[in-house]
């Protein structure tokens, strides 16, 4: 079936057999490798331009969130008090952590970025400091414009169990359960495959635009943004991590940089010891419904056994457990989990998606239908589980597949020619 789907992207863009497209003639046959130039470029002049648009956008932010200090212009931000403070063990406002991520983006002087990550870190953070993290980022992301109802099932890596992608499948599977899927992703950082490695692996496009992240979450129900496109300021801060080479705030601010603004998320953390943390810090960010979730040292939940859970909405935060027995699902080892390359990881998902029953059909079945339930399409884990099974073992995950990779390579040769309108696209 692999094989017919990538064959599929031969075919000229929709876009240029409706005419949509303004194409001189010699612009049909232009090969993805110019596609992905053309997008390299786009993202250096993001790169180049966001000091700009964060120093913007932040004149224009209105004190509504001031916690603890009042805000004060960018140019008037003083990272060495702010680092004094820090040194001394004083907690910073959401707002005032706000503002000075934007001005070190801005500003970009390793050594101070460095010197505010590490005493965040030695002194730790709070859930108002890594909200307001996040908002800095956000407050430079490329938007994606994709509904209000959208979700994402996303963990933040970390746990260095060797799992297959259970999120990245089970974003497939609970689009083809009735979900709408914003899937926010990266390569492979600390695992041999990351969820851009996999669904590229599928035949899925990865490095799309906004509006035809868009398109794929109206046309076959999820999308994908691949986080470096999205979030051009993080590579101002990604060498400073590399050398530091300690655990930060970053480590965990992924799964709430969605560039979607998913209100729904399944979110999965390393260690039940942050997840108090990222709950809070998801509240603050407005999130309507997040179930964080851990579960025998991985980031999302598995057969293996019951998981913690800590349930995030705007009036709060509420603990419970849910043990994979009593929703009609068997335990598993950890081997019956375990992944491999991209390749390797395709293929297991492949054979689900198919309609195939084992743990790993399991796990993406659990982790789906919870994550029908944190958006609010079913009333309870257990409807949403037995939705998710339906789907999936009747090979509609499969299905979505098929019209994803349809959908994304057919925007991606789209992107290579003078771009569409907004109403074309969509």
Same mark, same amino acid.
């Given at each position: ?151 994402? %099932?996303? #963990? ?41 490695? /996999? ?10 635009? @906004? ?25 101002? /801060? ?58 025998? #040292? ?17 009036? #709060?935060?509420?603990?419970?457990? %849910? ?98 309108? @907004?109403?074309?696209?969509?």
């Amino acid at each position: 079936m692999l094989g017919s789907q990538l064959g599929g992207m031969l075919r000229p863009p929709a876009c240029l057999e409706k005419g949509h497209c303004r194409i001189a003639a010699a612009h049909v046959s232009t090969p993805l490798g110019q596609h992905r130039q053309r997008q390299q470029q786009q993202q250096q002049q993001q790169l180049q331009h966001f000091q700009l648009r964060s120093h913007q956008q932040h004149r224009h932010r209105t004190r509504s969130n001031s916690a603890v200090a009042e805000a004060v212009p960018e140019a008037e931000v003083d990272i060495s008090k702010l680092l004094e403070s820090l040194a001394e063990k004083t907690d910073l406002s959401g707002e005032v952590t706000e503002q000075a991520l934007t001005a070190l983006l801005s500003r970009n002087v390793p050594v101070q970025t460095a010197a505010f990550l590490v005493l965040l870190r030695a002194k730790g953070e709070t859930a108002d400091e890594v909200a307001g993290l996040a908002k800095a980022m956000l407050q430079v992301a490329i938007p994606v414009h994709a509904g209000n109802d959208v979700l994402d %099932i996303v #963990g933040t890596g970390g746990d260095n169990i060797g799992s297959v992608n259970i999120s990245t499948g089970a974003c497939v599977v609970a689009a083809a359960a009735g979900g709408r899927v914003a899937k926010h992703g990266n390569r492979s950082v600390s695992s041999l495959c990351g969820s851009a490695d /996999v669904l590229e692996a599928l035949g899925v496009a990865v490095d799309l635009g @906004p509006q035809s992240v868009a398109r794929c979450v109206k046309e076959a129900g999820v999308g994908f943004m691949y986080a470096p496109r999205y979030h051009p300021a993080m590579a101002t /801060v990604r060498q400073v991590r590399k050398e530091l080479g300690v655990r930060t705030a970053f480590n965990i601010l992924g799964p709430m940089l969605n560039p979607a603004r998913a209100a729904y998320g399944l979110i999965g953390v390393y260690s039940n010891s942050i997840g108090p943390l990222m709950a809070e810090a998801l509240q603050r960010l407005g999130m309507e419904r997040a179930l964080v979730v851990h579960s025998f #040292g991985l980031d999302e939940l598995t057969p293996l056994g019951a998981t913690d859970v800590l349930e995030v909405t705007p009036a #709060g935060t509420r603990q419970f457990v %849910i043990d994979p027995l009593d929703l009609g699902i068997p335990r598993c080892e950890v081997a019956d989990l375990a992944g491999g390359d991209a390749a390797h990881n395709a293929r297991l998902l492949m054979d689900v998606f198919g309609g195939e029953r084992n743990a790993i059909a399991d796990a993406l079945n659990l982790n789906a239908g919870v994550a029908l339930h944190a958006a609010g399409l079913v009333g309870s884990p257990q409807e949403g589980v037995s939705r998710a099974q339906e789907a999936q073992r009747r090979g509609d995950a499969g299905t979505v597949l098929s019209k994803w990779i349809e959908t994304s390579q057919d925007a991606a040769r789209c992107e290579t020619v003078v771009p569409c309108s @907004p109403s074309q696209l969509l």
